[in-house]
């Protein structure tokens, strides 16, 4: 199976900046998109940004001009630099990836276990 594990989240004043890693292990056989949802307290899972095997990139409009997403796919690593942090970026921020464990397996959602992001005001 697949592994996602982040890190890099934390405490951060407004305005300031924080970037989020991701890498996935485990059995890979392919790994098609990759991205960053985040779930507010009280709130849904929202996507913050995705990021496909060909560097197309798709993200929220509340984040568009402040965050940044990237992807290694050597390395099956993806980033989310993330500038200009405001409260309401708050979140705990999961990374994703749509990707098979073997050659015969069809693909489907991973998700990590989440990183807390605090930005106060």
């Known amino acids: 199976q697949v592994q996602l594990v982040e890190s890099g989240g934390g405490l951060v004043q407004a305005g300031g900046s924080l970037t989020l890693s991701c890498a996935a292990s485990g059995t890979i056989f392919r790994i098609d998109t990759m991205g960053w949802y985040r779930q507010a307290p009280g709130k849904q899972r929202e996507l913050v940004a995705t990021?496909?095997?060909?560097?197309?990139?798709n993200y929220a409009d509340s984040v568009k001009g402040r965050f940044t997403i990237s992807r290694d796919n050597a390395k099956n690593t993806v980033l989310l630099q993330m500038n200009s942090l405001k409260s309401e970026d708050t979140a705990v921020y999961s990374c994703y990836a749509y990707a098979a464990p073997g050659r015969w397996y069809r693909k489907q959602d991973y998700w990590g276990q989440g990183t807390q992001v605090t930005v106060s005001s």
């Open positions: 990021v496909t095997t060909s560097d197309i990139t």
